[in-house]
């Protein structure tokens, strides 16, 4: 099993129902990927609710192999998903690792 961590910092300027707002739409797009791509194994999506953390958005998931995890990062509707989020990000870490 691959599992797939992300982390995203949006940017320091956005107003706070913007930032809000791209954060619970991308969350709500990334869940609903469960009911289209069926190589996804598990997904969540945690906003960060400490303020002392730099980090805005975690996204948590896992797929049988990287294969899937390539069909995942590939599919139009999850690029549909990133792709909204991409322009207010102003960072993103990645680590995929088997277990």
């Not at 107003?15 to 194994?41: G, H, N, W």
């Not at 598990?42 to 069909?71: K, R, T």
């Not at 990062?73 to 207010?88: D, E, M, R, S, V």
Request: hydrophobic letters at 45%; one cysteine or more; a negative charge.
């Amino acid at each position: 099993m691959v599992k797939h961590t992300v982390l995203f910092k949006l940017k320091e300027n956005l107003d706070t129902a913007v930032r809000q707002s791209a954060m619970e739409t991308f969350r709500q797009d990334i869940l609903a990927l469960t009911d289209i791509i069926p190589v996804i194994r598990h997904i969540e999506v945690g906003l960060n609710c400490n303020p002392d953390e730099q980090w805005d958005i975690c996204l948590y998931s896992a797929f049988d192999s990287m294969e899937d995890l390539q069909a995942y990062a590939t599919h139009p509707q999850h690029l549909a998903a990133a792709g909204k989020l991409k322009p207010l990000l102003a960072g993103r870490a990645c680590v995929d690792y088997n277990w």
